[in-house]
């Protein structure tokens, strides 16, 4: 399976835009780039996915870089209520089976 | 809204009990699905159903069983508690035809003393 690598933390400032990388140098031509984040006391909630084109939902947008080694989520504006582990997960579609969850990004954010 | 739910928030056993975990969507979704969250290893897959009396185990089935005699409701079974088995127990619902976006329940956190 194609591996993720994602920042253990980061932090950011209230009200700032945020970019939460994550690198995907295995990546094979079907796969899908996923984010979830996880909020404290929660389970996880879908965040965004895209292929190859730059997406943009009510949540968040994701960029992903013409070669697709890499991908990152920005929060444009972000909130207490955004402090949470982000995780970045590749998979096929259609896809069986999980998500396969790594360790993510704590984001903290200061008001 | 899809409301996924989970019959406990906490729950507490001994070992050797057979305990059962329940959860239940309401959005009619083909597939469920049963994850324990650990510190340090992530989400891991137990179990997940494609339909009602479907079954395929995931990474890590040893010690567990499930049920799926309806279409909303997935059980998953510890036959025999044991300590190693702490641990946060997620649920999980999608549809096939957006299986790009799986729901969860808030989890079970389960301690066997």
């Known amino acids: 399976d194609a591996k993720t690598t994602q920042p253990n933390s980061m932090e950011s400032n209230e009200e700032e835009p945020v970019h939460l990388p994550c690198n995907h140098s295995?990546?094979?031509?079907?796969?899908?780039i996923h984010w979830y984040r996880q909020l404290p006391s929660q389970g996880p909630e879908y965040v965004i996915h895209?292929?190859?084109s730059n997406v943009n939902n009510r949540m968040a947008s994701l960029a992903i870089a013409e070669d697709r080694k890499s991908s990152t989520l920005i929060l444009h504006r972000a909130t207490l209520r955004d402090a949470a582990v982000y995780y970045c997960i590749l998979r096929a579609h259609p896809g069986l089976g999980d998500m396969r969850f790594g360790a993510g990004t704590r984001l903290t954010v200061k008001p | 809204d899809v409301k996924v739910t989970q019959s406990s928030r906490y729950l507490v056993k001994r070992t050797g009990e057979k305990v059962f975990l329940e959860c239940v969507q309401d959005?009619?979704?083909?597939?469920m699905f049963w994850y324990r969250q650990d510190p340090g290893l992530g989400l891991r897959l137990i179990y997940f159903?494609?339909?009602?009396?479907?079954?395929e185990k995931g990474d890590i089935p040893e010690g567990y069983s499930v049920s799926r005699e309806k279409k909303e409701r997935f059980s998953l079974i510890l036959e025999s508690a044991s300590t190693n088995q702490t641990s946060m127990y997620l649920c999980a619902s999608n549809h096939p035809s957006s299986d790009y976006e799986q729901y969860f329940g808030p989890g079970t956190r389960l301690t066997v003393t």
């Open positions: 159903s494609y339909d009602v009396k479907m079954k």
């Open positions: 895209g292929l190859t």
């Open positions: 959005m009619d979704h083909e597939n």
């Open positions: 295995t990546i094979s031509g079907t796969d899908y």
